[in-house]
C-alpha cells in the first residue's frame, strides 16, 4: 500500500475508495467457497499463490455495523473470540484514526507461528466503515526469534449495513508469510481457515453488547481519540516493511498429516 514503494504514509480518501472497489468488484476473482452466507475467493497466479489475495464475505445477522467495527477493534476483546492470538497490543499513535500495533497468531502444527508489526488506519463513511492495515518497521519491535514476521501488504476489513440492526463484513488481505507453505496450507486456508474466522467475528459480534456492559463501556478511543493513552508517534520513526529483507523459511516438506486435533476442527 505504499506510495512510489518507499514511504511510510497514512491512507487517504483515495486507498479507502480503491479498498472499497477491490471489496465490492467480482472481477478477476475466483470463488473457492460458497456455503450459509460465506463466501471466499481468491486473486493471483497459483505460481505465487503463498502471496495471493483472499477476499471474504459474510452476512451478519442481528449484528449492526458499528458493533463489528468495535469488535474489530476492541484489542481488551480479541483474545475471547480469536483462538488464534498470542498477542495483540497498541504500539502508539499517529493520528485519531490511525496507530500502529503489533499482531502474533498461531499458524497450525507443525508450521512455525508469524506476527506482524503494522499501521493501522480507519474511517467511518456514515453506516459503513473501513479499516486497513500495512506493515511497517519500528525500530523499538525488530522481528523476534521465536517467530516468522510476515508482511502485510495489504489487509483490511469493509463493514457494510444492511438494514436495521445488520450488516455484511468483507475481509480482504494480502500477506507475504515469509515461507514457502505447502499447497495444502493455501487450500486450507480457503476452505477452513477463512470460513471459521468469518464465523468467529459473527458470533464475536452477538456477544460483545453484553460483554462490553461489563468492561469499561465507555471506552472506546477509536470512536473518541481524546480518551487514548497511547504514547504518540511520528511517521518519521517508522519504515517500510519490505518482505526481502526478512528470513524467508521452506516449510513444503510439512504434510498435512501432522496437523494437531485442534486444527482439523471446523
Given amino acids: 500500500m505504499s506510495r512510489a514503494g518507499e514511504m511510510v504514509y497514512i491512507p ?9 472497489e477491490q471489496c465490492e468488484s467480482l472481477e478477476g ?6 456455503k450459509a452466507g460465506i463466501t471466499v475467493w481468491s486473486q493471483g497466479q497459483e505460481e505465487s499463490c503463498t502471496v495471493q489475495k483472499i477476499k471474504t464475505r459474510i452476512s451478519c445477522k442481528d449484528v449492526p455495523a458499528e458493533t463489528l467495527y468495535d ?4 484489542t481488551g476483546y480479541r483474545k475471547k473470540w480469536d483462538s488464534h492470538v498470542i498477542e495483540t497490543y497498541d504500539i502508539g499513535r499517529l493520528t485519531a484514526n490511525a ?6 497468531w498461531k499458524c497450525p502444527s507443525p508450521l512455525k507461528n508469524r506476527d506482524f508489526v503494522t499501521l493501522r488506519s480507519w474511517l467511518p463513511l456514515g453506516d459503513d466503515y473501513i479499516i486497513l492495515n500495512y ?10 526469534k521465536d517467530f516468522v514476521r510476515a508482511v502485510s501488504l495489504q489487509t483490511g476489513y ?8 445488520a450488516c455484511v463484513l468483507y475481509y480482504l488481505t494480502q500477506v507475504d508469510p515469509r515461507g514457502s507453505l505447502p499447497k495444502w496450507v493455501v ?3 480457503s476452505q477452513f481457515v477463512a470460513p471459521k474466522a468469518m464465523k468467529k467475528i459473527y458470533k464475536a459480534g452477538l456477544k460483545y453488547p453484553e460483554w462490553k456492559r461489563r468492561h469499561d463501556p465507555g471506552y472506546k478511543p477509536w470512536v473518541y481519540p481524546e480518551q ?11 519504515s517500510l516493511q519490505h518482505a526481502d529483507s526478512l528470513e524467508r523459511i521452506d516449510e513444503t516438506g510439512l504434510t498435512e498429516d501432522h496437523l494437531s486435533t485442534s486444527d482439523h476442527e471446523a
Fill in 12 to 20: 487517504d480518501d483515495s486507498d479507502f475508495s480503491s479498498f472499497r
Fill in 29 to 34: 476473482w475466483h470463488c473457492h467457497y460458497n
Fill in 71 to 74: 469488535v474489530l477493534h476492541d
Fill in 99 to 104: 496507530d500502529v500495533g503489533y499482531y502474533s
Fill in 135 to 144: 506493515s511497517v518497521k519500528h525500530p523499538k519491535f525488530p522481528p523476534r
Fill in 158 to 165: 469493509l463493514i457494510k449495513a444492511n438494514g436495521t440492526g
Fill in 187 to 189: 487450500n486450507r486456508v
Fill in 228 to 238: 487514548s493513552t497511547l504514547p504518540s508517534l511520528s511517521l518519521a520513526e517508522l
